[in-house]
């Protein structure tokens, strides 16, 4: 009679264990593909935004105008900002087919041409003139890590470029410059002063990616910040036409 017992309370305990097991077995499972998923995400992000620091063409972004003063070639600005979004797009793609398959990871790929204002003397960049920002269409363009992620600490585009400039002023002044020498006559021989044009470009490319696995708000509970993924980089433009 005790046996019958006892073999009653095993099947009922397996019983009442085994959907916790199952659950927690789940729910670790998930997450750790949703990590997995993340780590491939964020190499492929910075493996792209790598590929923009050596531009194959260097666009037609700043030319000289009449008056030999620094003028912004929009078209070939915005064409330019399409072809890096288009190409970081497509590359987050490549990574995403060699994830799980079964994920509903979400993402944004973006490319700005940004004009600095810049200092004629001294080289360094003083401030934001002009941002044309171009938008992949591969992923998610309306995808906002503020309100998706908010515990991830995001930095928006504008903080990123403020917070460069102000670093490059004092370790590289003339980073995001275009100089010109100019030649004269000093003490009957030959010297050179470099001045700098008033304006520079840069190519500003940003990612943004939430790793979502199999179940969104288990992944973002447990994950927290870890749910999602931004990377940002800036690529000096210096040449003008």
Known sequence: MKLTMERGNGLLEMIIFLPLAMMILFVLTDCAFAMLERARMSDAVREALRAQGVLKEV???LFLDDALQPAINVEASYSAAQKAADEL??????AKADTAGFNHTQFR???SIVILGIDPESGSATHIDQVLTVVSEAGNPTIDLTSMAPAYNYIPQEEYLNALLEKESTASPSR??????HK???NGGPAEQVQYLDRGALLYGEVSVLSQAINPMLAEGLLGSMFAVQEQIAVP???VF
């Open 176 to 181: 995001f410059s275009i100089s010109l020498e």
């Open 89 to 94: 797009g497509a590359m987050v793609l490549e």
């Open 59 to 61: 666009p037609e972004v």
């Open 184 to 186: 004269y006559e000093l």
């Open 237 to 239: 433009i210096k040449k």
């Open 109 to 111: 790929a973006s490319a």
